[in-house]
Structure formats: structure tokens, C-alpha cells
């Protein structure tokens, strides 16, 4: 039986052919997402008023209008189209329960894989955000508040406060590889928030490979988590905590020193499997403050890298900081609370901001490129705005 709203199309034109999709066409065209979605059998086998490749853009449609309603995203996403009214006169705007049924038979695989397929690093080899041939990324987490409700809850978990009270909303905690020189998240890992972030680190790792410099915070080191961002062939550049034990083996001509690390305090009383790192400590000074930083890196040749350049390099971290401001706040929208209730639809709607988000980092560097300009001195908001006008635009029907 044909659901409410939906009529049988006369010839072959399909509402896939004519929706507007502006920037998100561009970095996501429709054959890969039509190749994603077969891989992950969530296509239709019947002609629906809602079909899979237009709710993959819906997905998107919803991160670049975050603060609209499900109505409202839609009217955005099919704006310009002159059938609504005339040729097409006898279609009908969906409702909210059909787009919400469109999205679960959707579900979050296609997102998902749909990301890892296309986000690709952006930054031209050479060029800033290099060490030499090393291509600088970073890795961190964050959190994104989700809607109050008892099954968002038992599945993502809600952190605690000071006062001993539950806080406002669940929180979903998100793990992600983000390029310096671009702000393009390349990689991403989602896990309920009592989740680490040492325990989420293995899940990028098919995303990091031996072009790479890894940087990260002092928050991740642990040996096993050491262990296994190395053996993903990247050379990393990790800060460390200050009452790290590492015995000295060699001082080296850059002020740097080679170490051992090791398992345990018994294998370093026993000096049991050691492995070499190479140390560089040095101080910040702002104004009348004064911090100790203290990095450790596989790269143990200073000729290679001396030590101010990884001390140079390390700053560049706080270029995912940046990224996921521009996600949570100006993307997002500060305060605003994901809107899906079911775990698989924040898991989707997750992935749709990070698709989104990538689709205007990707524009951005194209831009950067054509007039030779560093991506990160471009205006990520208006950016966003012009997106905006471009998924609203009149569209060009398909031959």
C-alpha cells in the first residue's frame, strides 16, 4: 500500500534527480553515496516518496541547518524546485513521522561509511602543515550533548558535576583525526562518554598511516596506547606528563634525549624490553606565565627533526581545538542539543555533521588552492553561509 504523500512517479524523473544540493554534491556526489548505500543494503526496493540517496543529503542538510526544524531542513533542501507547486504540483511535503521513519530505515552504517570513504586529507604534500614529509595531524576527543530521554541515557551515559547531581543532558563522546593545516577531519570514532579516549584510539587506526606525524595531548599516553599508534607505521609526537619516569640513555647535540620506556616499573627495574623515544622539554612564556612542556616522539634522528621543529609542530595541535570549535559552536550552534532520540539516529546525525563539516573544509581548501592561500586564514562561517545558499538555490534538472 503506498504510504500518505507519496504518488507514482509518470515517467523517470525521480525527486533524487532534482534536489539542490549545492556544496554537498560537489565533495559527496550521488554515485558514491548510490555505491555506499548498496554496499550497505539500504537501498529501497520500491520507488518511495523519501528514497535513500535524498535522506543521505537529508542527513547532511540537517548539520548545515541545525537549528531548523525536520519540516524546515526539508523545504531547504528541495528549495527552488518549481514542481513543488507546479509541474509536480501533486507532491506533497513530507511529514516529520515520514522523514523520521526515512531516516531509521536509513540508518547510521551508510554515514558512517560514507565518511570513512570520502574524508581524505586535503593539504597539497610540501606545503604547511608539513614536517618535512611527515603530514601533521592531531588527534583528540569531545563531547556533544544529546537529547534528554531515558534510551539516550542507557545507551551514551550522562557525566556527573561537582555538586554530585547529574548533568543537563547524555553526552556522546567523540574521537577525531584532524589535519592541521586544513581543519579537515579525516578520521572519526563515536562512543557512549564513559568511554577514554585511549580506549577509542585503536578505532582510528586504519586512518593513520607512516606519512603522518600523530600529535597528541598528555591525556593519551599510556605504554599500550603508545604501542599501538606505532604500529601503524606514523611517527608521533605525544606529550607527556612531567612525573613520567624515563631514564636517560644519551643527550643528543638539539638539547633533545634518547629514554627508555618501558611496561612497567618492573620492567624498568629490569631494564625488560626497553623501548627508545627521544624527549625534548622546553618552556612557554605568556605574559607573566611560564609552562613546562615535556614531548616524546619516535623520531629519534635530530637531523631528521631537531628540536624546536617539534616543539614548533607541537603547537599546531591546538589547530583541532579550532576544528572542534568550529563544529560544536558555529557549525552546531552553541547550547543547541542533537536532535535524534534513538542511539542509531545520533550516531547518524553524528556522522552527517562530520560529512558536512568535511564538505566545507574541502571547499575551503579548493578555494585555498585555486589562489594560493593558507585554508586556515578563510572564514569558516561565511562559508557556512554561503553552503546554506547554495543547498537552497534553484536547481538544474537532470537530462
Known amino acids: 500500500m503506498a504510504r500518505s504523500g507519496w504518488v507514482k512517479p509518470e515517467g523517470t524523473e525521480r525527486l533524487t534527480d532534482h534536489v539542490s544540493l549545492g556544496v554537498l554534491a560537489r565533495v559527496f556526489p550521488p554515485s558514491v553515496i548510490d555505491e555506499v548505500i548498496a554496499r550497505s543494503n539500504a537501498g529501497e526496493q520500491r520507488s518511495r516518496l523519501l528514497p535513500a540517496r535524498v535522506m543521505v543529503y537529508y542527513v547532511m542538510a540537517m548539520a548545515l541547518f541545525a537549528s531548523a526544524s525536520y519540516e524546515e531542513v526539508m523545504r531547504s533542501l528541495l528549495a527552488g524546485l518549481h514542481w513543488l507547486s507546479g509541474r509536480f504540483g501533486t507532491w506533497t511535503m513530507p511529514t516529520k513521522a515520514a522523514i523520521f521513519k526515512a531516516r531509521s530505515r536509513l540508518g547510521s552504517q551508510v554515514m558512517i561509511e560514507l565518511f570513512d570513504q570520502v574524508a581524505q586529507p586535503l593539504a597539497a604534500a610540501g606545503g604547511p602543515g608539513f614536517l618535512g614529509r611527515w603530514r601533521l595531524v592531531s588527534v583528540d576527543g569531545t563531547t556533544l550533548d544529546l537529547a534528554d530521554t531515558p534510551v539516550i541515557e542507557a545507551a551514551y551515559g550522562r557525566p556527573g558535576t561537582n555538586t554530585g547531581l547529574k548533568s543537563a543532558f547524555p553526552q556522546a563522546r567523540v574521537l577525531g583525526l584532524v589535519e592541521c ?3 579537515a577531519v579525516i578520521g572519526a570514532v563515536t562512543a557512549p562518554y564513559t568511554t577514554s579516549k585511549t580506549d577509542m584510539l585503536p578505532g582510528l587506526s586504519h586512518r593513520i598511516d607512516d606519512s603522518m606525524l ?6 593519551f599516553y599510556s605504554y599500550r596506547a603508545w604501542t599501538q599508534a606505532t604500529a601503524t607505521g606514523a611517527q608521533l609526537l605525544w606529550r607527556i606528563k612531567a612525573n613520567q619516569v624515563l631514564p636517560i640513555l644519551q643527550e643528543l647535540p638539539d638539547g633533545s634525549y634518547l629514554a627508555a620506556l ?33 614531548l616524546m616522539t619516535t623520531i629519534l634522528d635530530p637531523h631528521a627533526a631537531g628540536a624546536q621543529q617539534l616543539a614548533e609542530a607541537y603547537a599546531q595541535r591546538w589547530e583541532i581545538e579550532l576544528c572542534f570549535d568550529e563544529l560544536k559552536t558555529h557549525h552546531r550552534g552553541a547550547g543547541l542539543v542533537l536532535r535524534s532520540k534513538t542511539p542509531d539516529g545520533v550516531l547518524q546525525e553524528i556522522y552527517g555533521f562530520l560529512c558536512a563539516h568535511y564538505a566545507l573544509r574541502a571547499l575551503i581548501g579548493q578555494v585555498a588552492r585555486e589562489f594560493d592561500e593558507d585554508p586556515l586564514r578563510f572564514s569558516f562561517t561565511r562559508t557556512l553561509r554561503a553552503a546554506r545558499r547554495s543547498i537552497a538555490g534553484v536547481p538544474d534538472f537532470s537530462p
Open 181 to 183: 593545516a586544513t581543519h
Open 262 to 294: 618501558h611496561a612497567s616499573t618492573k620492567n624498568r627495574r629490569n631494564n625488560i624490553e626497553p623501548i627508545t623515544v627521544r624527549v625534548i622539554e622546553y618552556q612557554v612564556h605568556t605574559g607573566q606565565k611560564t609552562t613546562n612542556f615535556r
Open 214 to 219: 600523530l600529535i597528541a595531548d598528555r591525556g
